[in-house]
């Protein structure tokens, strides 16, 4: 006599994964003060591709820093310490991808001061007919009719972009499709 127990079926899997990482928690938390030498922690809902943080993950002003990539966790540290400037902003563009390669729908911009407080003003907007494409947004400020470069960033899935931590004054925006190449060609 012959008894089985197990099922002789394929096994059921879920729904295809086609959805990208999802960032859940920083550690410190996000736009608080950190210490000259502290780790900065970023936690996501699943495992990071690693070769995808090679071109997604900068600081803006600072490059004297390294990563590791364990699991679902990045983990950033400066190689002396961070810099004496009023914040550090961790930028994260939608290159940044899970193991089946799915990207991330938004940019992900982190704040840190080693002061006390950041500026508050902010410039959002949307782009419209998108179609869902990435477009890089670039911050200039205006000054005596001088330009000076001030940040990037991408539109999210939708078209939405946000500058933030931003000092009184008047600024403006250029906009391309995909990647900026060389900034004063492409304006």
Known sequence: MFVSCASQSSPKGGAIDIVGPILLNTIPNNKTKILNSEKIILYFDEDINSISVVKALSISNFNNFEYKVQGKKIIISPIDKWPSIDFIKINIS?????????????????????LSKLPNKQISGN???NNKNIF?????KI????YSFIDKTQSDINGNFNFSHLNKGKYIIFCVQDYFGDIISDI
């Open 143 to 146: 000054e005596n009719q001088k």
């Open 127 to 129: 782009i419209i007919n």
């Open 94 to 114: 939608r290159e940044l991808s899970d193991l089946r390669n799915n990207t991330i729908s938004q940019p992900i911009h982190l704040f840190y001061s080693l």
């Open 136 to 140: 890089e947004i670039i911050l200039y």
